[in-house]
């Protein structure tokens, strides 16, 4: 349904919405909301987003999407500043006024999709008149990624009814990290005790400890495929273990101070260091050359002014958000390797950060006790929520935060209402790490009271 600027007429695709086809301004009113709130245009707006506002506005993706206009219409165009004939000013301004003016380029890389429910069609052995010919499936029946999301809604919603299910002293000092197999059955964990160890979720018992060195282990991950565990180091160094022949791999040794946090995406690794930069290197594990070794290549490095002691990622991996020991949070575009934004929010060391899940805003968190929330795109701070002790660590959902604290406590925080919606005791010691699976079912957290514990939601 569309307006026709020419006649003033309401149209539809079939042709012209007549007279008889509207019963007054209301049902006008209602058709066209019905018409802009459809599935069709939910499930492409980010289209339009991109040539309007996006990335498809300038350069070789506005040619290629015949999105192209004369060049005084953008922004920046022409400086009628620096034209000093009257009479040029005048006409440039009618030409530009003649032609009207894009807006302010907003986004540089795609705009996320909306998440709406995915119906799929079937076609029943019936009647070609049959109203129930071509009907959409049950809401039983809708695809594993719309169950997902459905299982990852109902989680958050119940945030507040986790119970503590086991608890394990496994570490000799404070947990610093947490990295579960895909099937769930074994946890590795990085400890200031320099070891990383693997605790069986079947048998309950420890499997494995392994000792790089003599200093403390910061983080660590798994990559792909559960064959190597990857753990950053006090040392500088960042190891890989692999997990089938017991031994470690390879190390790189890429800082020249304590290597803090570390991140994994598409055979690239992110690390940051209290030297303060973070690098992005290209990876390929082991396995996958044949080798014992890993290929490394420098691909990037972000420099900053003080030691880095948090990064995550976006989803897509084309955004890092870094959390420095000033307070100070950074946005990087990782396709240019530029720094978009840098927010100085909190006044004490930035404990962690995580952007959303549609990656719009970013979340940190600091030794002040302050949870901020940061505007991506324009970096402004846009709301701020204080509690009397510093919150390690935290998981969110964009809209709710599930956050460990300094005292041991897990906090769940209502963004939208600034409160705090529960408080669950958990730790005796500060909460140090927590990891969430992907279902949101499943939490598992650290400690500096060297314990691990399991966490399931009630429904």
């Not at 998440?115 to 070609?128: D, F, G, M, Q």
Request: glycine content about 6%.
């Amino acid at each position: 349904m569309w307006i026709d600027k020419r006649d003033g007429r309401v149209k539809e695709d079939s042709g012209v919405l007549t007279e008889s086809h509207l019963t007054g301004p209301e049902d006008f009113l209602q058709k066209s909301k019905d018409a802009l709130e459809s599935s069709y245009v939910s499930e492409h707006l980010h289209e339009w987003i991109d040539l309007v506002f996006g990335y498809k506005q300038k350069g070789s993706d506005a040619v290629e999407a015949h999105n192209v206009f004369h060049p005084l219409t953008y922004e920046g165009g022409v400086d009628l500043n620096s034209i000093e004939d009257p009479d040029e000013k005048v006409a440039m301004l009618t030409q530009i006024l003649e032609f009207g003016q894009t807006p302010k380029q907003l986004f540089v890389t795609p705009h996320p999709r909306r998440i709406t429910p995915k119906l799929k069609t079937v076609t029943l052995a019936c009647s070609p008149d049959d109203p129930m010919a071509d009907s959409p499936v049950s809401p039983g029946e809708e695809s594993f990624e719309d169950l997902t999301e459905e299982s990852k809604s109902l989680a958050w919603n119940n945030i507040t009814k986790l119970q503590l299910q086991e608890q394990y002293k496994i570490h000799k000092e404070a947990v610093t990290g947490i990295a579960v197999s895909c099937n769930g059955s074994s946890v590795f964990t990085t400890s200031q005790d320099s070891t990383l160890k693997m605790f069986s979720k079947e048998s309950k018992m420890l499997q494995r400890s392994i000792s790089f060195s003599n200093m403390a282990l910061s983080s660590c991950l798994l990559l792909p495929g559960d064959a190597t565990v990857i753990s950053s180091s006090w040392d500088n160094n960042v190891y890989f273990y692999s997990i089938a022949f017991a031994r470690r791999q390879d190390t790189l040794m890429g800082h020249d101070d304590a290597v803090s946090k570390i991140c994994w995406h598409d055979n690239r690794l992110y690390s940051a260091s209290w030297d303060s930069t973070v690098k992005v290197w290209s990876g390929v594990p082991a396995e996958m050359t044949c080798t014992r070794r890993q290929q490394f290549d420098m691909l990037a490095e972000l420099e900053h002014d003080v030691s880095v002691d948090t990064i995550s990622l976006n989803a897509a991996s084309t955004l890092l958000v870094s959390g420095t020991k000033e307070g100070t949070v950074n946005i990087w575009d990782l396709t240019t390797a530029t720094l978009l934004h840098q927010i100085p929010c909190h006044s004490g060391t930035v404990c962690d950060t995580a952007f959303s899940p549609d990656s719009r805003h970013v979340l940190s968190t600091g030794k002040d006790g302050c949870l901020n929330v940061i505007d991506v795109q324009t970096g402004m701070l846009i709301s701020s929520l204080t509690s009397d002790e510093t919150q390690r660590c935290f998981i969110w959902d964009g809209n709710s935060v599930l956050s460990g604290s300094q005292s041991g406590e897990l906090l769940v925080w209502d963004l939208l209402g600034g409160k705090i919606s529960e408080r669950i005791q958990g730790h005796a010691g500060a909460v140090t790490c927590i990891w969430m699976n992907e279902q949101c079912s499943s939490i598992i957290t650290g400690g500096e009271d060297r314990q691990i514990m399991f966490w399931k939601l009630q429904y």
